[in-house]
């Protein structure tokens, strides 16, 4: 089973796409650490001549070891560098593969990120949309930096959130939008433990559906 897992930053797509892995024994990939390793690479020449082509370099030399570093690709900056360099078409491609492989692997596997029902995988079984509202996105990542001992400024993280999803959704080659056939969930109201019930129960209608249509 193919499950792609969509959203804006801080919605918990990431909490919810590893809590539907493991409910369903599957393999789950964070799309947005390739963009944020990528970023990383290239943080130096940020804004600089040379950026875009240092950013590709890094896309197509991408592997499996340059995710381990999880604190430092979850920082703010890092979600900043990630969403400059995720605007340059050649490096989306040169993920592409990465991604693709990983969701087709035999058995399947669950990816969140921005568009993955869009572009990496528009032959998911099933797509979820999550959405929750700025604020609740704000505090949410708010307490997840202060759980690690940083000092938190909310009013420039709220600003900081906006301006990166106003940057992906303009983002021409970014495929950050609903896909017409995702299933929208939206969190703002709901705990952990209940969006991913909530998430659960819509992937299981959608294959009780798809079961029920074989001949
Ligand atoms: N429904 C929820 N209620 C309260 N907190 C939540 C909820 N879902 C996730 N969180 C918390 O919000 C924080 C951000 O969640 P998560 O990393 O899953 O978001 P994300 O959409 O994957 O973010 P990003 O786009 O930056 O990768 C985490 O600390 C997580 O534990
Ligand atoms: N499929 C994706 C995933 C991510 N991005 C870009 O990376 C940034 C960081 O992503 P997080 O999910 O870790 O917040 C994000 O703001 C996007 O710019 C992407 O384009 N496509």
């Keep these: 089973m193919m499950i792609a897992v969509d959203g804006p930053a801080a919605s918990g797509k990431g909490t919810l796409a590893a809590g539907l892995a493991g409910h369903y024994g599957l393999p789950c990939l964070d799309t947005g650490l390739l963009y944020r390793a990528v970023?990383?690479?290239v943080d130096a020449l940020e804004d600089q001549p040379?950026?875009?082509?240092?950013?590709?370099?890094?896309?197509?030399a991408l592997d499996a070891s340059h995710l381990a570093d999880v604190a430092e690709l979850g920082s703010a900056r890092s979600g900043v560098l990630a969403s400059k360099v995720a605007v340059i078409a050649e490096v989306r491609q040169a993920l592409f593969d990465y991604q693709r492989q990983f969701a087709t692997?035999?058995?399947?596997?669950?990816?969140d990120g921005r568009d993955i029902g869009t572009r990496i995988c528009?032959?998911?079984?099933?797509?979820?949309?999550?959405?929750?509202?700025?604020?609740?996105?704000?505090?949410r990542r708010a307490r997840q930096l202060e759980s690690r001992g940083l000092v938190?400024?909310?009013?420039?993280?709220?600003?900081?959130?906006?301006?990166?999803?106003?940057?992906d959704m303009a983002n021409p080659n970014g495929g950050f939008y609903k896909a017409d056939d995702a299933h929208l969930l939206d969190t703002t109201l709901l705990g952990i433990e209940a969006a991913l019930r909530a998430a659960i129960a819509i992937v299981d209608e959608v294959m009780a559906r798809k079961e029920g249509s074989k001949p």
């Design 39 to 41: 970023g990383r690479a």
């Design 50 to 60: 040379g950026f875009e082509a240092a950013a590709i370099a890094a896309a197509r």
């Design 105 to 111: 692997q035999p058995g399947g596997a669950v990816l």
């Design 122 to 139: 528009p032959d998911a079984d099933v797509k979820l949309f999550i959405q929750a509202d700025s604020k609740a996105r704000m505090e």
């Design 152 to 167: 938190v400024d909310r009013y420039a993280l709220y600003h900081q959130i906006e301006e990166r999803d106003a940057r």
